[in-house]
């Protein structure tokens, strides 16, 4: 497509409070821009317009907006880019988008603030610069999920079909992204029951953190899994893995696995079955004070886990090379250590 600029969008439901990427078509000029348009101003531009009088509603068939949600994940092709900075001097209009307590509009819920967005990168676009925008779509359990509602406020999302945007959702997401990652490798992950916390309904297991050392992209998943039929997780199960020398064969985890292994350490997981009590969600008593407590709605009781640690074997000194990189220590050794885990 050769495009400047591309986002990264979800389906998005009508209102939600996440922008919209539409065409826009100057009614003097006849020029087309793609761009972003803030959630407070696509609905009253919308009925503005004889195709869309009715405003920002979900389409009958698909159940979503026909604008796609932007998510400011965005890709730039440089080369472009600088020359528009350059152009511009980096100049951006700017926004502003007020929150209020009441439908009068007349307290603020917060303070309010200019803003330069990013995604307003097209307004400074001319002339055949302005085609070269575009977008591409995933759902959005993949790729977001805001955490910036109070459970109040995630409740009444939520009963109107929205996504709520509180923690228990932003946690379950995280957990339910790893589970589609994973089946779509192949591998035999089972799907826990729908729960309640202060209100949000979540499915919060099994609970899978892959952290990014281990695997960073979907595309590494199968190298991370070479035998994936060979992995199987139960409803109830939680699984922790850290580590890039670590790989998993064949694995069934009915309770909790937690695998770390040191950078420089290697660690293959073959043929090891896990039972345990695991580690459980339960919901907070509603006397608990504890501030993340009363945001998540529930606890993590951590009852039996399985630990394997690979740590890292340091030589002597003499054969030790600490260097500082990026404000980070790395100890870097001539031998590594491989483990196998049965």
């Given at each position: 497509k050769d495009f400047i600029m591309n986002s990264l969008a979800i389906p998005r439901k009508a209102k939600q409070a996440v922008g919209g990427i539409a065409k826009l078509t100057n009614?003097?000029?006849?020029?087309?821009?793609?761009?972003?348009v803030e959630y407070n101003q696509l609905d009253p531009?919308?009925?503005?317009?004889?195709?869309?009088?009715?405003?920002?509603?979900?389409?009958?068939?698909?159940?979503?907006s026909p604008f796609p949600g932007n998510i400011n994940q965005l890709l730039f092709r440089t080369k472009e880019y600088n020359k528009v900075l350059e152009r511009t001097k980096g100049v951006m209009p700017d926004f502003v988008n007020p929150k209020y307590k009441d439908d009068a509009k007349t307290i603020f819920k917060k303070p309010t603030r200019l803003e330069c967005?990013?995604?307003?990168?097209?307004?400074?676009?001319e002339d055949e610069e302005t085609k070269k925008v575009g977008f591409t779509q995933l759902a959005a359990e993949l790729c977001f999920s805001p955490v910036k509602n109070s459970v109040e406020d995630g409740k009444k999302l939520q009963e109107k079909g929205v996504h709520p945007g509180c923690a228990a959702s932003g946690e379950a997401d995280q957990y339910n992204a790893q589970r589609q990652f994973l089946r779509a490798v192949g591998c035999q992950v089972e799907e826990g029951e729908e729960v309640e916390y202060n209100g949000i309904k979540v499915?919060?297991?099994?609970?899978?953190?892959?952290?990014?050392?281990?695997?960073?992209?979907?595309?590494?998943?199968?190298?991370?899994?070479?035998?994936?039929?060979?992995?199987?997780?139960?409803?109830?199960s939680t699984l922790v893995v850290r580590g890039p020398g670590v790989t998993i064969e064949?694995?069934?985890?009915?309770?909790?696995?937690?695998?770390?292994?040191?950078?420089?350490?290697?660690?293959?997981?073959?043929?090891?079955?896990?039972?345990?009590?695991g580690?459980?969600?339960?919901?907070?008593?509603?006397?608990?004070?504890?501030?993340?407590?009363?945001?998540?709605?529930?606890?993590?009781?951590?009852?039996?886990?399985?630990?394997?640690?690979?740590?890292a074997q340091p030589l002597a000194r003499?054969?030790?090379?600490?260097?500082?990189?990026?404000?980070?220590?790395?100890?870097?050794?001539?031998?590594?250590?491989?483990?196998?885990?049965?």
């Open positions: 009614s003097k000029t006849k020029q087309e821009r793609t761009i972003n531009m919308l009925r503005g317009t004889e195709e869309f009088k009715d405003g920002d509603i979900n389409d009958e068939e698909t159940g979503y967005m990013m995604q307003d990168f097209p307004t400074v676009l499915t919060p297991g099994p609970a899978i953190v892959l952290k990014p050392d281990f695997a960073c992209c979907p595309g590494e998943y199968n190298i991370k899994f070479p035998t994936p039929e060979k992995v199987k997780i139960s409803a109830r064949s694995l069934d985890l009915d309770g909790t696995l937690v695998v770390d292994v040191d950078r420089g350490e290697e660690a293959v997981v073959r043929d090891l079955v896990v039972k345990n009590e580690w459980n969600f339960v919901k907070a008593d509603e006397d608990n004070e504890d501030e993340v407590t009363q945001m998540r709605g529930y606890t993590i009781v951590r009852k039996e886990a399985k630990t394997v640690e690979v740590s003499a054969r030790q090379m600490l260097e500082s990189k990026d404000s980070e220590w790395i100890i870097e050794t001539e031998e590594t250590q491989a483990c196998v885990i049965l």
